[in-house]
């Protein structure tokens, strides 16, 4: 069958590259795989590094990083390497009064002893929080396309969920239904401003609430417990209450903007508040205005009481599209945002992680000088390859659940992915597969990028498979395809 392509996408298009570039990208993705206990469990986070003497941890397997490389082996029907890695992470949830509950941001095996991360090693000594939450959707993901019900119904498995509920459902002096996490406490793994309720941890945490409900499910099909009937209860209460918060805290469009530009302040008492979080318009950007346009819609990077951050974060609104947060119209909304702003986002190397970065003296307080940080580079607006297939996949699969929605805006967008497919293609074999890359067009590699990086290899091979092997299977991704929804 003939493929058409519009002029920009043959002006970036290679004419026999593509069957060689993925093959050497296999390649390197099989030898980035590790054993432990003598059994494959994951990938190591990179290869190489060009100072040799400056390896750090990157020789560890990250749970984060091994996001994508689960999925790619769940496509591949390599079941049993996603197990070993959901087991070996469990056996290192943490039992300490501290942290009891937490997964391990990662761990490596040394001489025989499994070694695990719990932010004690990290720089900055943070623990990361979207480690725990990423566990149980890719234990739901494996069980749901493996049809492993046996492993997600396990006692082992089981008590690891009422774990993790039991640290993240704890109660706080808060009222809302949020997570609230210190900084750098997620992929943001530097200073950048996000403590609070960042988005992607709330996404996460959606995504997991509605993964422990699935896997508890199961559980409850074999069990009369009256304690997990009332777990289950109160975690689909905590689900529906954190979805009503984020789309009315966090979503914006033109008309939200309008709206909010114009609510009372300093309101207290009794009544119903308009403007809960005592918002003023001053702190509105100028910025947003030509951002939103008229049809665009997307979800701010924070709220906090007078302090929303209305930077946008590419991984938080990807997943608030692929967890099913965001309804269907306004995943187009979003579309329509991306492609609007598509000379910010996608750039020469797809995609940036945040939007506007920070500059001079902004950046200077507020990442307390971080020269990794400086603006259009790494987190503070940093072009980051890997996050390419986020937002294909929630493309892919918005348009196979909706397919006769707006057909005009999904072929654009289908377009545009095509595009960034060879954009990436052509330039990443020949910048080594590097972690992120700099400057305002993301043209250059990042100034302490390491090469090779796993993610960033894999994720190509994932938006490969989806796009060119089976575009049936971006409904993996799916977190309610089958059983029921959250």
Not at 138 to 143: E, G, K
Request: proline share 5%.
């Amino acid at each position: 069958m003939a493929r058409h392509f519009s002029q920009e996408q043959l002006r970036v298009r290679p004419s026999s590259k593509e069957e060689a570039v993925v093959a050497s990208a296999r390649e390197h993705f099989e030898r980035t795989l590790v054993r432990v206990r003598g059994e494959v469990v994951g990938s190591v986070a990179a290869l190489e590094h060009p100072n040799k003497s400056d390896a750090a941890n990157y020789g560890e397997v990250f749970l984060r990083d091994n996001v994508p490389v689960m999925l790619y082996l769940l496509v591949q029907g390599r079941f049993e390497i996603v197990r070993n890695f959901l087991t070996v992470c469990l056996d290192l949830q943490s039992s300490t009064y501290q942290t009891r509950g937490v997964f391990p941001t990662s761990f490596v095996e040394q001489n025989g002893e499994l070694i695990a991360d719990y932010g004690q090693r990290s720089i900055g000594r943070i623990s990361s929080v979207d480690a725990s939450l990423w566990w149980p959707v890719l234990c739901w993901l494996y069980v749901q396309h493996s049809r492993d019900e046996e492993f997600g119904s396990s006692q082992k498995v089981q008590r690891g969920v009422q774990l993790l509920l039991d640290l993240v459902l704890h109660p706080t002096f808060e009222g809302t239904p949020v997570l609230f996490v210190p900084d750098c406490s997620f992929m943001i793994d530097r200073p950048m401003d996000v403590w609070g309720a960042p988005l992607e941890v709330e996404v996460l945490l959606f995504g997991c609430l509605r993964s422990c409900c699935q896997l508890m499910e199961l559980a409850q099909k074999n069990s009369m417990s009256r304690l997990l009937d009332q777990r289950l209860v109160l975690t689909r209460q905590w689900l529906h209450d954190l979805r009503s918060f984020l789309l009315k805290h966090y979503w914006v469009t033109s008309k939200t903007m309008q709206v909010l530009r114009r609510r009372p302040t300093e309101q207290y008492g009794d009544q119903q508040h308009e403007n809960e979080f005592n918002v003023q318009p001053q702190v509105v950007p100028p910025w947003l205005q030509d951002w939103l346009e008229n049809r665009g819609g997307y979800l701010i990077g924070n709220m906090r009481t007078g302090r929303p951050d209305f930077r946008f974060y590419s991984l938080g609104n990807s997943l608030g599209c692929l967890f099913g947060l965001l309804t269907a119209p306004q995943q187009r909304a979003l579309f329509r945002l991306v492609l609007h702003n598509r000379q910010h986002l996608m750039a020469q190397m797809p995609m940036r992680i945040c939007h506007p970065p920070m500059e001079v003296e902004e950046w200077a307080e507020k990442t307390g000088s971080d020269p990794k940080n400086w603006p259009w580079s790494y987190h503070n607006g940093g072009h980051w390859p890997s996050l390419l297939w986020y937002l294909g996949g929630a493309i892919l699969l918005h348009e196979q659940k909706h397919p006769s929605a707006d057909v005009l805006l999904m072929g654009q967008m289908k377009a545009m992915l095509e595009e960034c497919y060879w954009s990436q293609l052509n330039q990443l074999p020949r910048q080594q597969w590097a972690e992120y890359f700099d400057g305002p067009t993301g043209t250059w590699v990042g100034q302490q990028a390491r090469t090779y990086q796993t993610w960033t290899i894999v994720g190509f091979l994932l938006l490969h498979h989806i796009l060119r092997v089976n575009p049936d299977d971006v409904a993996l991704l799916d977190l309610h395809a089958s059983g029921r929804q959250g």
